[in-house]
């Protein structure tokens, strides 16, 4: 069943490139040259698929799920299936471009910001913000007995109040 599931996607990628990547294209010019870098520097080959996903979901700061990414792409490259956006997430969570965290039932959301920061979820709109480390301490997290503390942050729930 795995190893179906498996080929099955490994078969729509090959699809969606053989369609998609022409030896031709600009891949490598004007906007996408930066994130073209940053994948090769993180050992990822820029393929037309992975730059597009990653020219958005590097760059928001909207703490997307893998359907918002997919939606948000799809709109500019028609052709992307979604196996490959999952996939793609996937392999920049591994390479530590993206972290991944869940934040509600089932809420699985990527944030390009990879240094430590904590989140405020505003419960009227469901839109996320980072707060600073700084902003917020939770101490002796280090000390909790019979728990190794590999990571935390703290996820907070309310109103945002309109700025001033
Ligand atoms: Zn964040």
């Not at 958005?56 to 709109?75: F, G, I, K």
Request: a negative charge; glycine letters at 6%; proline letters at 6%.
């Amino acid at each position: 069943m795995r190893a179906t599931s498996a080929h099955l996607i490994d078969y729509v990628e090959f699809w969606t490139q053989s369609k998609v990547v022409k030896p031709e294209e600009p891949v490598e010019k004007g906007v996408g040259a930066d994130v073209v870098d940053l994948l090769r520097d993180h050992g990822i080959q820029p393929s037309a698929q992975r730059v597009a996903v990653a020219k958005y979901v590097l760059r928001t700061d909207e703490h997307p799920s893998a359907d918002q990414v997919w939606h948000n792409v799809r709109s500019g490259f028609p052709m992307l299936s979604r196996a490959t956006v999952y996939n793609t997430l996937n392999l920049f969570v591994e390479k530590g471009l993206l972290r991944e965290f869940i934040l509600a039932e089932g809420r699985l959301v990527y944030d390009p910001k990879t240094d430590p920061h904590h989140h405020f979820i505003d419960e009227g709109t469901g839109k996320i913000h980072d707060v600073p480390w700084e902003a917020v301490q939770v101490s002796d997290v280090a000390k909790l007995p019979g728990f190794a503390v590999r990571d935390y942050q703290v996820v907070m729930r309310g109103q945002k109040l309109p700025s001033s």
